[in-house]
């Protein structure tokens, strides 16, 4: 029986991404942020519990990715196509002369593509057991669901302003589109032990994230994301730089 426990959160993530899904193509991005978080917690979940259970298998392998793909790969494609499609008819003339106004909101899907791309890769890449090799899909899509979150909820109209300029979505589309796929290491938080002295970067990464996230609130997520990867590019320089 036990063996189930971790699939069954891995369907609480797929489920969740479902419902995300649903709520993303209404345009309620607040209530598919909040699904999305939640899919990203079963999916932290599976994995503890399939470590502590030790009932990790090639299905649960599988299942996972599958699951990934709709919270951390269809919601934010869909969340991005939504934005970019809501700026360009607001202002209507964007890329008028070229008439790409139309197809320019189905850019955001670049991002679905690149997680699907992501994930298959994931599988069958050994050297990601402990680590990452590319921006993990649940960090582009945390990124991602913060944008509309900003909006509905900052009061820094300079900082809304840049979220919803498209030359700023469509940076971050491609942005996060490479990032997905680059040969980049970066971190994992998985924990072998939990000594500080084996632990100095993650410990660190996460203190500065939770000051973040209270003093800033949403628009702490998309700097956390920076944050990771710049703290995870220092640290490979460092241990080259030893080598």
């Known amino acids: ?142 990124f991602v669901i913060s944008l509309p979150l900003i909006v509905a909820y900052s009061n820094y109209s300079i900082i809304t302003d840049l979220v919803q300029n498209n030359y700023f979505l469509i940076t971050v589309t491609l942005i996060l589109t490479y990032l997905m796929n680059a040969e980049l290491p970066l971190f994992s938080l998985k924990f072998k032990d939990y000594s500080f002295k084996n632990n100095v970067m993650k410990y660190f990464f996460l203190i500065t994230a939770i000051v973040l996230i209270i003093i800033l609130k949403y628009i702490s997520i998309p700097l956390i994301i920076v944050f990771y990867v710049l703290l995870s590019v220092i640290s490979n320089y460092q241990v080259k730089r030893k080598l």
Request: glycine share 10%; net charge negative.
């Open 1 to 142: 029986m036990k063996k189930h426990i971790p699939n069954l959160l891995t369907l609480g993530n797929l489920l969740s991404g479902t419902i995300a899904t649903i709520f993303a193509v209404e345009g309620d991005f607040v209530f598919a942020g909040l699904f999305v978080v939640l899919g990203i917690i079963f999916d932290f979940l599976d994995g503890f519990v399939a470590r502590i259970l030790k009932v990790s298998g090639e299905l649960g392998k599988q299942l996972d990715s599958l699951a990934d793909m709709v919270t951390s790969g269809v919601v934010p494609g869909i969340i991005m196509f939504q934005l970019l499609k809501n700026r360009t008819e607001e202002i209507g003339d964007f890329s008028s002369d070229l008439n790409l106004q139309h197809y320019l909101p189905y850019l955001g899907l670049l991002l679905t593509l690149a997680a699907c791309y992501r994930l298959a890769k994931f599988n069958i890449d050994t050297r990601q057991s402990d680590s990452f090799i590319g921006l993990p899909t649940p960090a582009m899509s945390l």
